[in-house]
């Protein structure tokens, strides 16, 4: 039966929905002045999240799927820093005040690149021009392949408080395949090196799908991740997409595992996390038991936005630098993802808004009822749609595949409460598509 639903439901075109309506949806009817208009009507005492797209790494890892360069000089780095610490001024001005910041974010790439110096002066930039939260959580993404000493004192003199490393194998047979060979002791120093500068929240990224991976060697990297404790691990399945992605034909599609062999990795990789002492958060993330993400998943209030899943509640969100996506009160918002398009529209002294959604009262409900069942596995269809001021009948009757998911056996629904059996968590996406008006509606 599993081999069955795997076919029928694990479609990898289907969106992770991080987001709702999703990227696909937006378009340029939304720019850089809807933007600023947006800003502006931001209500000043509510706490927004910041996040800052770095797109520079010293090396391309084969299987990576953001928009990123290779920049083995420091000198384009430093000319995007100057670009947005201009596009940081032009946000800030658009509020009447410093708008109060509870979470900060640095993706990329590398945002480690950025040398220790600047990254201090860029912290000193953001608490000027936004009024930051005591307790405010402030994260970094890093390559444990290029991390030093000198950085790990600088986040930690900056007020980091949370890092996440990316992993993804400890296999050296992968690792190779990916272009990323990443010892061990690479990412255990790492580690130490942010326990000892008060960096105490530390999460891993790992991926299963990769080409020439077994259960065996996932089991094996899990074990070897848990080792380091870190608080934290998000387990992602390698999506191959190599007509949108040019870098990943440099993979071996032969050495890629079937979609029943990725079922079995991550399954395997679940019950080593399980066995650990990690809580199964949503569909592919884990966490200790007093961590914000399990605390956060127990009281009902776990989130769902554009990096994944989330304690942060923060309505808005503010992206800054290439191909950062905004969420702001009347809809979503996403920065040109060439860097020379975003330079130049910053350089310009206006918003490099490249298009956008504007979200309809519809959407909400929608996107309300997706995130539950994405952070929950179950969500009261008409609880949602009455607290928006809808009827929950049309949201469920469109649903058509529903009907088809509790035929085998995938969710239970009583009185429009929906609930995805534990064992099927893995075709959460197929569950929460029953609510996407815009998905293609063909059959599975």
């Known amino acids: 039966m599993q081999a069955s639903i795997l076919k029928k439901y694990c479609d990898a075109r289907l969106p992770w929905y991080t987001i709702y309506p999703t990227v696909p949806e937006f378009s340029a009817e939304v720019g850089a002045q809807d933007c600023e208009k947006w800003l502006r009507r931001l209500p000043p005492d509510d706490s927004v999240s910041l996040y800052f797209h770095i797109p520079f790494c010293r090396s391309i890892c084969w299987y990576c799927g953001f928009p990123t360069a290779t920049s083995r000089r420091d000198a384009p780095i430093l000319n995007y820093l100057s670009v947005l610490r201009e596009e940081i001024r032009l946000v800030a001005e658009q509020a009447p005040q410093a708008l109060p910041v509870s979470d900060v974010h640095f993706g990329g790439g590398t945002p480690t690149v950025i040398a220790p110096t600047e990254f201090l002066a860029l912290m000193e930039l953001l608490r000027r021009r936004f009024a930051f939260r005591k307790t405010a959580a402030i994260a970094v993404?890093?390559?444990?392949?290029?991390?030093?000493?000198?950085?790990?004192?600088?986040?930690?003199?900056?007020?980091?408080?949370?890092?996440?490393?990316?992993?993804?194998?400890?296999?050296?047979?992968?690792?190779?395949?990916?272009?990323?060979?990443?010892?061990?002791?690479?990412?255990?120093?790492?580690?130490?090196?942010?326990?000892?500068?008060?960096?105490?929240?530390i999460n891993f990224d790992l991926i299963f799908g990769l080409p020439h991976q077994t259960v065996q060697s996932c089991v094996e990297s899990a074990t070897t991740a848990v080792a380091m404790r870190p608080n934290r691990l998000a387990v992602f399945g390698y999506a191959h997409v190599p007509s949108y992605m040019?870098?990943?034909?440099?993979?071996?599609?032969?050495?890629?595992?079937?979609?029943?062999?990725?079922?079995?990795?991550?399954?395997?990789?679940?019950?080593?996390?399980?066995?650990?002492?990690?809580?199964?958060?949503?569909?592919?993330?884990?966490?200790?038991?007093?961590?914000?993400?399990?605390?956060?998943?127990?009281?009902?209030?776990?989130?769902?936005?554009?990096?994944?899943?989330?304690?942060?509640?923060?309505?808005?969100?503010?992206?800054?630098?290439?191909?950062?996506?905004?969420?702001l009160g009347e809809g979503y918002v996403q920065n040109d993802v060439a860097t020379g398009s975003y330079s130049r529209h910053i350089r310009a002294g206006r918003l490099a808004t490249s298009k956008g959604y504007r979200l309809t009262d519809e959407d909400r409900v929608r996107a309300a009822i997706i995130e539950r069942l994405m952070c929950d596995l179950e969500a009261d269809v008409p609880a949602i749609c009455a607290a928006h001021g809808f009827d929950a009948n049309p949201f469920l009757d469109s649903a058509e595949r529903l009907a088809m998911l509790a035929e085998d056996g995938i969710v239970d629904i009583e009185k429009g409460f929906v609930h995805v059996k534990q064992e099927h968590r893995f075709v959460i996406r197929a569950v929460a598509a029953a609510f996407d008006a815009y998905l293609n509606r063909s059959p599975y």
Not at 161 to 188: C, E, H, M, W, Y
Not at 275 to 288: K, M, N, P, S, T
């Open 141 to 201: 993404e890093i390559d444990p392949r290029t991390f030093t000493v000198d950085m790990a004192e600088a986040l930690g003199a900056a007020g980091v408080n949370r890092a996440s490393l990316g992993v993804q194998s400890f296999d050296p047979i992968v690792q190779k395949a990916i272009n990323r060979v990443q010892s061990k002791a690479q990412t255990a120093a790492a580690v130490e090196n942010l326990r000892q500068h008060g960096i105490s929240r």
């Open 246 to 327: 040019k870098r990943q034909r440099l993979i071996d599609e032969a050495a890629l595992p079937d979609s029943a062999a990725r079922s079995e990795q991550a399954a395997a990789v679940a019950d080593t996390l399980v066995a650990a002492g990690y809580h199964q958060i949503g569909l592919d993330h884990f966490a200790l038991p007093d961590d914000e993400l399990a605390l956060a998943q127990k009281a009902g209030r776990l989130r769902r936005n554009s990096l994944g899943y989330s304690a942060d509640t923060c309505k808005t969100v503010i992206g800054f630098g290439t191909s950062a996506i905004g969420r």
